[in-house]
T-cell receptor, first 110, second 114 residues
Framework: QKEVEQNSGPLSVPEGAIASLNCTYS??????FFWYRQYSGKSPELIMS????GDKEDGRFTAQLNKASQYVSLLIRDSQPSDSATYLC??????????FGSGTRLSIRP | KAGVTQTPRYLIKTRGQQVTLSCSPI?????VSWYQQTPGQGLQFLFE???????NKGNFPGRFSGRQFSNSRSEMNVSTLELGDSALYLC?????????????FGAGSRLTVL
């Protein structure tokens, strides 16, 4: 079992809709979680970090963490074509490593 | 602040050769992590260095090694290159952001092994 798992997609969402990206993790000792966005040919860039149960909002992005279910999600409201990218979920494990999922490819269709 | 700088950006090697990649972290950051990214495996953790000491290591063979210098610059070395080592090698500098340890990535070094 991978430490951080994501559906590889592609996930296709119409412009203006809400995109929902999900991630599960196996290490119960993981404390912090991150969402990175990676455009094709570019390196990952941080969108949000979250370490408390519940929701954290930043503009059009909302990260959700449920430690009991070992589940992290990212919601993107009012999706734009510029949101088309691969989204990487990462967790700060109990071994003090930041482990990434394999990423979900998101496509926003006009 | 300048970002994370990786050199070289692109390189082509042949099987059996060795390669050294360099990374300069964000000024003031003492932690440098290395990742290998391939289409099939995603981002795989190689190792992390902090204050010249390897703090963590991923599940890669001994052909992959690294080091960190007193100015926090880091190098990684891959010896006896194999075709499967073709990948994007990403270096990341770790620092505090909004109360969490966050990685900031460099542009990467794309290695092609022929």
């Amino acid at each position: 079992q991978k430490e951080v798992e994501q559906n590889s997609g592609p996930l296709s969402v119409p412009e203006g809709a809400i995109a929902s990206l999900n991630c599960t993790y196996s290490d119960r000792g993981s404390q912090s979680f991150f969402w990175y966005r990676q455009y094709s040919g570019k390196s990952p860039e941080l969108i949000m970090s979250i370490y408390s149960n519940g929701d954290k909002e930043d503009g059009r992005f909302t990260a959700q963490l449920n430690k009991a279910s070992q589940y992290v999600s990212l919601l993107i409201r009012d999706s734009q074509p510029s949101d088309s990218a691969t989204y990487l979920c990462a967790g700060y494990s109990s071994a003090s490593k930041i482990i990434f999922g394999s990423g979900t490819r998101l496509s926003i269709r006009p | 602040k300048a970002g994370v700088t990786q050199t070289p950006r692109y390189l082509i090697k042949t099987r059996g050769q060795q390669v050294t990649l360099s990374c300069s972290p964000i000024s003031g950051h003492r932690s440098v992590s290395w990742y290998q990214q391939t289409p099939g495996q995603g981002l795989q953790f190689l190792f992390e260095y902090f204050s010249e000491t390897q703090r963590n290591k991923g599940n890669f063979p001994g052909r992959f090694s690294g080091r960190q210098f007193s100015n926090s610059r880091s190098e990684m070395n891959v010896s006896t290159l194999e075709l499967g080592d073709s990948a994007l090698y990403l270096c990341a500098s770790r620092g505090q952001f909004s109360g969490a340890n966050v990685l900031t990535f460099g542009a990467g070094s794309r290695l092609t092994v022929l």
